[in-house]
């Protein structure tokens, strides 16, 4: 596997929006700080860490490296410098969506994205902007959608109905500059099967959906990268699978169009879920999480997303005053949804939703526990997820999922690197790595909470302190309420 993927990661790391070659080189010297490298090794109290440009190039014992006399000091003192944070899973690279939600995620310490249906025009020309020195943003790794014959949202996938259809789609959206497929839920079994053997030969990823018509065991031995939402795992664990999956198989055939989709096929799927906790069997579950640790099938559980589904109709949750940087109309949107019963749900389905939600909290710990990886995601923007400030709850509810906080923090440093084969350039503290980092006012390895408390941010090399990250949330409230 990393043989084949070698060429799309090279690929993807040569489209990272590097600074122009051209730009005097400043130097940036962070004295006194603990350092949180993210390796899993302990943090290091008193170092200094120097930046030449957009590289870490020496980090030591302060008093034990000359800081160069044209170098910006920044005082670390009892503060703590951790990598910059990756959203492994985002919609923003779309429309006008940039411009309102880059600035959350720098702001948040979030310097690295994966969208997983981007605009692949758009994502092009953002890459340039932010190299160009045009837009401050985040680092883009992006997605082409592929869904079948009646795609869930029409009009945003490529469509696929069969072998050829799905072969053709991997072409395409390989050539069209797609950094990996996302695959989605309608994608009919062989037209998968397809894309996976297509997607290997092309040396491109795919990630996503595990479609309703496929395992979660077969898409892992497809060789799917990761699995969004914790799709497919819960029938994938049930003594009942077989069963289940015909049930399900059966209201996807019945359904005539993308609206029946959304509604008769998201009810039986509702409930063949509650019939697979219910079925819920060990020793399938150990079996299905052995294969994914061994296959190396990374998750991106989306616990917000898990959580927002959960507490849609708790008035404490829904009024939180981080949705001041969205757009109104989307909060509206989300208030008056009756699909998947949003909205006016009865207090059975309220307690049952949230019943479901502390088991997903359960599913990622027992396969934490088996050795599968995770990936720190959101699922911005939907759902009451906020972008760039989500990602924060995202690595508390990791912990309460029972990784430790080290483990949680690896799940947006580390991980994200490892997965998109960018290890020698970002997620950890290193010389020589890329400068994307965030300095704390508090230590997060004694409370991952601790990663909200930002003194600066450091994107590429260039300093952002925290009055200059408070403009950037003003004026996205401002602009997100503008008429």
């Known amino acids: ?59 030591a014992q302060t008093g034990k490296v ?71 943003g985040p680092r883009l790794i992006g997605g082409q959608m592929v869904d079948g014959p009646l795609p869930f949202w029409p009009g945003l996938p490529i469509s696929v109905s069969d072998e050829a259809s799905a072969r053709q789609a991997v072409a395409s959206a390989k050539e069209r500059g797609a950094d990996f497929i996302k695959v989605y839920s ?7 099967l397809a894309l996976a053997d297509e997607a290997k030969k092309r040396g491109i990823p795919f990630a996503g959906h595990v479609p309703f018509l496929v395992s979660a065991s077969e898409a892992s031995d497809a060789g799917q990268k990761s699995i969004e939402h914790l799709e497919g795992i819960w029938l994938a664990c049930s003594a009942q699978e077989l069963e289940l999956r015909t049930i399900l198989a059966k209201a996807v055939a019945d359904a005539k169009d993308s609206d029946q989709i959304r509604t008769s096929v998201v009810r039986v799927l509702n409930e063949t879920q509650l019939r697979a906790l219910q079925t819920y069997s060990e020793e399938k579950a150990a079996a299905l999480f052995a294969r994914f640790a061994k296959n190396g099938t990374w998750q991106a559980p989306t616990l917000v997303v898990k959580r927002a589904g959960a507490f849609m ?39 049952r939703s949230r019943m479901i939600y502390q088991k997903e909290l359960d599913l990622v710990s027992a396969m934490h526990r088996a050795g599968v990886k995770m990936l720190a995601a959101t699922d911005s923007v939907v759902w009451y997820v906020v972008p760039g400030f989500s990602l924060h709850d995202e690595l508390e509810l990791f912990v309460k999922a029972g990784l430790t906080p080290m483990e949680a923090l690896q799940t947006a440093t580390r991980n994200p690197a490892i997965y998109l084969g960018l290890s020698d350039m970002v997620g950890t503290v ?34 952002f302190p925290r009055v200059r990250l408070d403009k950037m949330l003003k004026d996205a409230e401002a602009l997100a309420h503008q008429g």
């Open 66 to 136: 000359a800081i160069p006399k044209n170098a910006q000091v920044i005082d670390g003192k009892g503060k703590f410098l951790i990598p910059g944070l990756w959203d492994m899973h985002v919609h923003t690279v779309i429309g006008t969506l940039p411009k309102f939600y880059f600035p959350l995620f720098i702001a948040n310490g979030v310097t690295g994205v994966r969208d997983m249906a981007a605009d692949l025009r758009l994502l092009k020309q953002l890459r340039k902007d932010i190299n160009d020195g045009r837009l401050l």
């Open 313 to 351: 109709d708790d008035s404490e949750f829904t009024n939180d005053p981080r949705l001041k940087y969205l757009r109104p109309g989307i909060v509206e949107t989300w208030k008056n949804q009756d699909d998947w019963r949003l909205k006016n749900r009865s207090a059975e389905i309220s307690a």
């Open 430 to 463: 290193e010389m020589g790595k890329k400068a994307d980092l965030v300095l704390l006012e508090a230590n997060p390895l004694e409370n991952i909470s601790n990663t909200k408390r930002i003194n600066a941010v450091v994107v590429n090399g260039k300093l």
């Open 1 to 59: 596997m990393k043989t084949v993927l070698a060429p799309a990661l090279l690929l993807i790391s040569l489209a990272l929006p590097w600074p122009p070659s051209n730009l005097p080189e400043n130097i940036l010297a962070i004295s006194d700080v603990t350092v949180i490298d993210a390796t899993g090794a302990p943090a290091e109290p008193n170092m200094t860490v120097i930046i030449t440009g957009d590289r870490i190039t020496a980090i």
């Open 186 to 192: 309608l994608v009919p079994h062989q037209a998968y």
